[in-house]
């Protein structure tokens, strides 16, 4: 076949497998469109379906929310009949022109206000106060109130001692003044006596932690800046806002470091202190009208409702902790929402309940507005996986249809183009061989023709000359009749014809000799080969001229691929089984290209590039003759550090 024809079948081949593969993908495509399009309707009606399913939940949700409330508020009109128990998370407020009053009783962290406490009469102190800031005569107004330290009078008493421990601080008797503080502290009388509206045992408290630090007693500062913090929080006093703030932010101070806190309690605090800030709107209102309002405070929402009955408004403040045990809870384990997760928002936003929704779930909301309800509401479904699953079979199996015919497409398309561009390689292979063995048999034969015509032509020239050319004509009829042995010799290969004469053989003897036959024959003197045999052995069972053959053929590869650095190490090793390993440190050999460089006809891209003859068939008879001999052979290589190929036999004799 010439090249022509070659190329010309070649095209055909190629424009019928584009045709085919055209026409196959144009279909599937085709039939691909019209699936996704009856997936989209499908995904639409589903769609459509879901929300309004969720829609109808959602209504069902705030209708279920409105009646727990209305619930709730209906307890507001009959505060009497309501059982007052301690409720974690929860408070009533009743708010009247008197003031204000919670139940149950110290549930509050603080107050809106705080009734005024019971004071001793000022001008008991007149004297010892004259004493004390006007002469600054501590150890008088000491003598004065020492007397009135010991009334009878809880308020007097109490009064008196926290001003004699102030004289006695200034007086310098620090130790006294520590001890009065602390029996006020532990008087039963302390939290009864106000001092400014303050309870006088926390005055001491605070006095004896000042005095504590100033004294440097820090360890011990300590202690009662944590016992006065626990107190604080523990509700031990009724306090306003500022005087709780006040004490809580100097005990961190002492303490140096902001103790755990839970603001549930203190959001709770600042509910009931709105409700009183906003009770002149709240009078303003309707008798029997109710009001809610949902607020943020501190991260943690507080539910506020209230109603006005009368002259006296009535409220209640609910934490998270008790809007989702009484409310929530119930509702959410119910068969009727237990397909849905529901968030509620604040006005501002802010999440008071449930989960921020994820990615472009889809949901139904309801805002403050609308709902009439305290909070904006989100609702999505729970599992919406489960709830798609009866619309998924359909599509599972027009999916698993396009999925099938999609896959036998594209391997149909993919063996057919694997064979061609087989066919198409094997083709270029096999036009690289014919070139590459009409070069490899053009060499020797110029030279041979070259000789010839010489000898021919000048009878005179001298024996020695006459002698150096039949020399080359021999050395080019070896290579010549080697060239056609070979390719004679992988034909029998290929077609499983060439018959081996085993024997037992010395290996070193046998690669000793194939180096000096091979630097005698080529002549190539800068070709250095180095060859490391044991003195005797190792034996093996083979073909000699085989043998002989693939050793020459990777001598001959290592010289073309050594460029300038000719230096070849052949080393034999004993054992089982036997080692031969021919080294060259010329290009190397890609990774891309080991795993097929022992096939037919390839050849190196470094052979291209650089204009190394060969035909392509060395390592593979090399490779046919190492099989046939039971053996193996491998290669290690990097590019631009040289190539190892390593023959192993199985030990003979």
Known sequence: MTVKTRR???????????????????????????????????????????????????????????????????????PLTTDFAQKE?????????????????????????????NEAPSQLFTDAERAEFQNNDYSRAITLLRPLSNSRDPFTAGAAKLRLARNLRKAGRLDDALDIYKKLNNSASGSQVTISGVPADLVARRARCSLLKKMGSLDQLQKEAESLFEDLIGKRWRLDRASYIYYTDLAKEWLGREPDTDFGPKALADAVVWLWENRESMNNMEQGTAGRRSLSLYGISVTVLWQKSNDEITAFASGPLYQQSQWYDPLFNSEDFSSVRVSLYELDGTLIYGSKREGDIPFSSRTASVSGLPWDINLVNANLEADLSQFAQRRRLMIAGLGILTLLVITLSYLISRAVSRELAAARLQADFVSSVSHEFRTPLTSMRQFTEMLNEDDSLPAEKRSVFYQAQARATSRLSRLVESLLDFGRMEAGARPYQIEPMDAGLLAKTVVEEFLQETGHDSTVIKCVVPDKGPIVDGDREALVQALWNLLDNAVKYSGEKKKINVKVEEGDPVTIRVRDQGFGIPTSERSRIFRKFVRGANASDLGIKGTGIGLAVVKHIVDAHGGRISIESESGQGSTFTIQLPAGG
Do not use: C
Request: cysteine-free.
């Open 89 to 117: 998370d929860f408070v009533w407020i009743f708010m009247n022109s008197e003031g204000i009053r919670v139940q149950p009783e110290k549930t509050l962290l603080f107050y809106p206000i705080v009734p005024s406490g």
């Open 8 to 78: 010309f079948w070649g095209h055909i081949t190629q424009k019928t497998t584009f045709l085919f593969l055209a026409a196959a993908v144009i279909s599937v495509f085709a039939l691909i469109w019209m699936g996704l399009r009856l997936m989209k309707q499908d995904r639409i009606l589903e769609v459509n379906q879901l929300e309004e399913k969720r829609e109808a939940i959602t209504d069902r949700f705030i209708a279920a929310i409105e009646q727990v409330l209305s619930d709730e508020e209906q307890k507001l009109a009959n």
